[in-house]
């Protein structure tokens, strides 16, 4: 047997359809609340955000969305994209547990965001959108939606959280070259931006920033709508195309996952490649879904179920959601996309009913999984992507310890390749691990939206 096994499908084989685990959910949804009115929100209050093909599918409850000829057209770039079976990682583990990793990191822009923002663009271009406002984190959500802009001619202007705006140059180069116009964000171009730098001239910035940046952008400019890559019920459908092909490339030989792992800071990858599970799951199959978030992040573990704005703000709607408060500035990890304060509504529902759970892990470890991982397989991950990893690697010794065969898979969500600066201050011993930082959360919660 070869030492790696990689498992591909053929193009025609590709989705057709998102799966919408809405139907699936143990109970409704709370609703999506105003941010001015504190009233449910209706589709007419959306429409200067998004246009009606992506607020239609926001609120759809039907399990199965067909995706547009022309949306499939550009998948079929990188999709289906791969399924490998670590096989060097088992050996060098020690454990009798098979270890499978989909590998998103094939798309252009080298992450699974493209899974979304190429939906996004297409429904903004069919509305007459001529400009995408968005922001990003550690720059996979800028240089997608910037990417995806470009293939459908749309003009692009990304927020970019100012630490990572620094410590992740190459990243803003990628969206440049894809036509974006990058700030650093909190800026001086915005007036959440600025009310920012007068309290905080020195402030790293935070997704939660730089999406009140965009949103204020998008509301306030002509002909601009804004776009998001996490969080939203019609990104985590988009994304479910990971998992729909992991389900059949697993079959393919014969096996089932015991769990599945997805890193998570708005959700977004997580529910991609774990949600399609959900459905086995309420048909009464025994599979585990396990989100990996960061310790000095530790939105799902530490956070609460508790109705909050999207952003700091307070111009995002309300959702439900685990939460740690809208005004919390997380520390500066290298793994940016996942330093958002609070997680998908449809996450955090799963969740509270307790269909899938949540670990926090340390920078430090991840970063160890990550190099063990790189030495073992090959190829490099993303910063985020090390957090699967590590709780990948928790799982397989724990099959050791217990002597017993088990099926990981987990999603790789993205490649490292412009994150060397991470990698080089790991080598360097100058990472550190930044502890769960509870005084500054219990802060940010008092300030939460009081909802009936």
């Excluded at 025994?286 to 939105?299: F, G, I, K, M």
């Amino acid at each position: 047997m070869s030492e790696v096994t990689k498992i591909l499908l053929p193009e025609d084989r590709i989705p057709t359809s998102w799966y919408n685990v809405i139907p699936d959910l143990p109970g409704p949804m709370a609703p999506v609340i105003h941010p001015g009115t504190l009233q449910p929100v209706t589709p007419d209050d959306l429409l200067p955000l998004f246009p009606m093909g992506l607020i239609e599918q926001e609120v759809s409850s039907e399990r199965w969305i067909k995706i547009p000829e022309q949306v499939l057209d550009i998948y079929r770039l990188w999709r289906p994209s791969p399924l490998f079976r670590a096989r060097r990682l088992e050996k060098v583990l020690g454990t009798p547990a098979k270890i499978y990793y989909k590998y998103e990191g094939v798309s252009p822009a080298g992450s699974h965001k493209p899974n979304t923002a190429v939906p996004q663009a297409y429904y903004n271009k069919l509305a007459g959108t001529k400009r995408i406002a968005s922001e990003t984190g550690a720059g996979q959500w800028g240089s997608s939606i910037a990417l995806a802009c470009q293939m459908f001619g749309l003009e692009c202007t990304v927020y970019m959280v100012k630490v990572s705006f620094n410590q992740k140059p190459y990243r803003k180069s990628m969206m440049q070259l894809w036509g974006a116009n990058v700030i650093p964000s909190p800026s001086d171009q915005t007036d959440a931006g600025r009310a920012i730098l007068e309290q905080h001239p020195d402030s790293n910035g935070s997704l939660g920033i730089a999406i009140s940046e965009a949103v204020e952008d998008a509301v306030t400019h002509e002909n601009t709508r804004y776009a998001l890559g996490s969080v939203l019920n019609h990104v985590c459908l988009h994304q479910s195309v990971i998992g729909l092909e992991a389900k059949e490339q697993l079959a393919l030989v014969g096996d089932y996952p015991d769990v599945v792992i997805g890193c998570h800071g708005g959700g977004s990858n997580f529910a991609g490649l774990a949600f399609p599970f959900v459905a086995d799951k309420a048909a009464g199959k025994e599979v585990r879904l396990l989100a990996a978030e960061p310790q000095s992040c530790p939105t799902l573990t530490k956070g609460v179920y508790e109705f909050d704005y999207g952003d700091t703000a307070k111009m995002a709607p309300i959702s439900r959601m685990y939460t740690l408060g809208h005004d919390f500035m997380p520390p500066g990890i290298h793994a940016g996309g996942l330093r958002y304060h609070g997680a998908a509504p449809l996450v955090s529902q799963l969740l509270d009913a307790g269909v899938i759970e949540a670990q926090a892990f340390g920078q430090t470890g991840c970063f160890e999984a990550a190099v063990q991982f790189t030495r073992a397989e090959g190829i490099i991950p993303a910063p985020e992507s090390s957090h699967a990893i590590r709780a990948a690697v928790v799982e397989a010794l724990k099959a050791k310890e217990e002597g017993r065969e088990r099926t990981i898979l987990f999603n790789l969500s993205g490649h490292g390749h412009v994150d060397m600066a991470a990698y080089d201050a790991y080598f360097s011993g100058a990472l550190e691990d930044y502890s769960y930082p509870a005084e500054a959360i219990r802060e940010s919660l008092a300030a939460l939206p009081k909802i009936g």
